[in-house]
Structures are given as C-alpha cells and as structure tokens.
C-alpha cells in the first residue's frame, strides 16, 4: 500500500512570496497518477493539478506541478490572498485512492 | 452546471446503520465513475469507495470493506452509499465527487467535481 507523506505541515508565507509543497511516496509512482487538492475552511476540495503536471480547469498558472519516481511537488509562484488553504497531493493506482495528511499554508 | 448533492446524514449509535444518498444534475452520470471521500473533523481527506458508470467495478478502503456497499441509480441520477455496523471513527464528513475521465467504465482517479458534503456522526 502506497502511503504518502506531505512535507511541511505548515508553511508560513506572506503574499507574493513562493510556496514550495512536497509529497513523497513510500514507493515509486507514475506522475500520471498523482494530483494535488486546494481546500479551504468548511469547503469541499478542488481539484488543482492532475496527472502531476496538468492544471485543471480554473487554476491559474501560477500553480504548477512538478516530479516523478517518489517526489512530488506542488510551487505557487506567487501567493494571493485566496491561495492560503490546506493542500492536499493524492494518488490513484491499484484500483485505491491515497492522500496526503495535507499542508496548510497560511499567512504569515 | 455540474452538481453533486449529498444527503441521509446524521447522529447514529455505534453499530447501527445509515444510507447516504448523492443527487447528481448538470452532466450525464451514466458516463461518469463516481466515489465517496470523507473526512474526519479536523483531519484529512480519506477515500471510502468507488463505483464505474455502469456499476461494473466497485472498490472499497480496506477500512469500510464488508460494511459499507456503494450502489447507483443512473435513470434516477443518484449514488448511494450503505454504511452498516458503524463505528465512532467513521464519523466524518461524506463527499461524493466525480471522476474526472468520461467514459464506460472509466476511471482516471481525479476527482473534479465534489458535492458540499453530509455529516455522519457515530456516538453513543
């Protein structure tokens, strides 16, 4: 069973500055099965980046995906006010799902 | 628009049993998979089960198999998920969200749409 490990679990950073996300997985993954959930207070997740790379439908380009093997990353170029949520990376493979325990990124 | 409503959750004792229902509209479900995520107050994001469009595969977490049973209607537009001999860590709330690939049986893993959520609560 894939397991995945979310690094930081917090990360305090001002708006502007840039957000740096890890996953990692106990064993080696296609980047093809790997995606990364935005969710905010008392909201459902929404699907940002899918197929470790692919932006989905809404999200801005300063988001983007990056990674293979066991490594995972998830960069926000620049933070806007409304990029600060929990960040969740997930896999899909062996017909199960697995997530991340997630990142909170927060203001700083 | 696309739009996942879930439904039938609540307060329920140890043991006992709840069906959560999922109201689809916006978009044909019959082409889509669709899955239950739930998640714990406070913590994260745990996928439950997984149904294919035409019900011909269904997958479950080790943690609910043998308990709970996903099952769908698509004349009816709706998913429904069967949660028997609850326990207090299946206290939750319950997402359905649907797969990002379209297709007979498809499933791609991603999850594009979720519904706003119900809350189930096991407590005696």
């Known amino acids: 069973e894939i397991v995945l490990t979310q690094s930081p679990g917090t990360l305090s950073l001002s708006p502007g500055e840039r957000a740096t996300l890890s996953c990692r997985a106990t064993?080696?993954?296609?980047?093809?099965?790997v995606a990364w959930y935005q969710q905010k207070p008392g909201q459902a997740p929404r699907l940002v980046i899918y197929?470790?790379?692919g932006r989905a439908t809404g999200t801005p380009d300063r988001f983007g995906g990056s990674g293979s093997g066991t490594d995972f990353t998830l960069t926000i170029s620049r933070l806007e006010p409304e990029d600060f949520a929990v960040y969740y990376c997930?896999?899909?493979?062996?017909?199960?799902?697995?997530f991340g325990g997630g990142t909170k990124v927060e203001i700083k | 628009d696309v739009q996942l409503v879930e439904s039938g959750g609540g307060l329920v004792k140890p043991g006992g049993s709840l069906r959560l229902s999922c109201a689809a509209s916006?978009?044909?479900?019959?082409?889509?998979?669709i899955s239950w995520v739930r998640q714990p107050p406070g913590k994260g994001l745990e996928w439950v089960s997984s149904?294919?469009?035409?019900?011909?595969?269904?997958y479950y977490a080790d943690s609910v198999r043998g308990r709970f049973t996903i099952s769908r209607d698509n004349a009816k537009n709706s998913l429904y998920l069967q949660m028997n001999s609850l326990r207090a860590e299946d206290t939750a709330v319950y997402y359905c969200?649907?797969?990002?690939?379209?297709?007979?049986?498809?499933?791609?893993?991603?999850?594009?749409?979720w519904g706003q959520g119900t809350q189930v609560t096991v407590s005696s």
């Open positions: 997930q896999h899909f493979g062996s017909s199960r799902v697995t």
């Open positions: 064993q080696s993954v296609s980047n093809r099965n």
């Open positions: 197929g470790a790379f």
């Open positions: 969200a649907r797969d990002q690939g379209r297709g007979y049986d498809f499933w791609n893993g991603f999850f594009d749409y």
């Open positions: 916006g978009f044909t479900l019959s082409s889509y998979t």
């Open positions: 149904i294919s469009s035409s019900s011909g595969f269904i």
